[in-house]
């Protein structure tokens, strides 16, 4: 019903049952639910008159599984379909949930991401943060140092590294730390100490070479030390299985 530019909600008996006080009714979906407008904030009614959110949202967005949008005086937060603001209203930016059912939000510049729930699953205290593995796997960065997460939220990693790598084929990922070098395994674990200065790349069959101080060795995927780390240069492997190294008393193989 409408009275003086004025809507209310009137049921077939012809009693009111929504009063008279709303600038503007919306469309009723097929859960029984209409968007409401009065004195330019947002709020949501069922078609039997009760209030399912009050008139306090500067926006409310499409529902879309049972959630939806919505700001107030420029925050953002998360609405279900009963009413219940299932996060606070307390973020700049809200992004739409990712197929792994988390959204990335931020706060004063700072990252962090919520579940469907509105848990906090990575808290709001991220200063940069990469995209997530098919694993569940990212990398955040709080302050200048660097971790892994997972999904879940668990940390994978303290977050210590001023330097860290995408995980290659094998599951390993280079991680810095002050200058030196080593690599983590998928559930966090060092293979090695950080204590190389230098190191290569991986081997098809899982072998690198490391450097400290001004001496180099060989190891294997799982740390294991090859070789001693005494040689003053070293090469690659060939495909005889050897590789020539060099000492202060000349070149050898291994």
């Given at each position: ?13 012809g ?33 039997d ?20 949008l919505?700001?107030?005086e ?22 739409p949930?990712?197929i ?16 469907r ?12 943060v ?17 971790g ?7 940390r994978?990693?303290?977050v ?10 094998r599951?390993?990922g ?12 998928k ?19 899982g ?18 030390a ?28 291994i």
């Amino acid at each position: 019903v409408r009275i003086s530019n004025k809507w209310g909600l009137m049921n077939k008996e012809g009693k009111e049952v929504l009063k008279v006080i709303y600038d503007e009714i919306g469309e009723f979906n097929d859960l029984g639910i209409a968007m409401v407008m009065g004195e330019g904030l947002y709020g949501m009614v069922a078609s039997d008159g009760r209030i399912i959110a009050p008139l306090k949202y500067n926006t409310i967005g499409k529902f879309e599984a049972g959630l939806a949008l919505v700001t107030v005086e420029g925050k953002y937060g998360i609405i279900d379909i009963t009413g219940r603001e299932v996060t606070a209203i307390v973020y700049d930016t809200f992004e739409p949930y990712a197929i792994n059912g988390l959204a990335k939000v931020t706060i004063d510049g700072l990252i962090g991401w919520v579940s469907r729930s509105g848990m906090e699953i990575v808290p709001v205290v991220n200063s940069e943060v990469g995209e997530w593995t098919e694993d569940g796997m990212n990398w955040v960065k709080e302050g200048e140092l660097y971790g892994w997460i997972t999904t879940e939220g668990k940390r994978i990693t303290k977050v210590e590294y001023t330097q860290l790598w995408p995980f290659d084929a094998r599951g390993i990922g280079k991680v810095a730390k002050e200058g030196l070098y080593s690599w983590i395994t998928k559930d966090g674990k060092l293979i090695s100490p950080v204590a190389y200065n230098e190191v290569g790349e991986w081997t098809e069959d899982g072998l690198n070479w490391i450097k400290q101080g001004e001496l180099y060795g060989w190891i294997d995927v799982t740390g294991k030390a090859l070789t001693k780390v005494i040689y003053t240069a070293i090469w690659p492997f060939e495909p005889n299985n050897l590789a020539k190294v060099q000492q202060e008393a000349g070149f050898n193989w291994i």
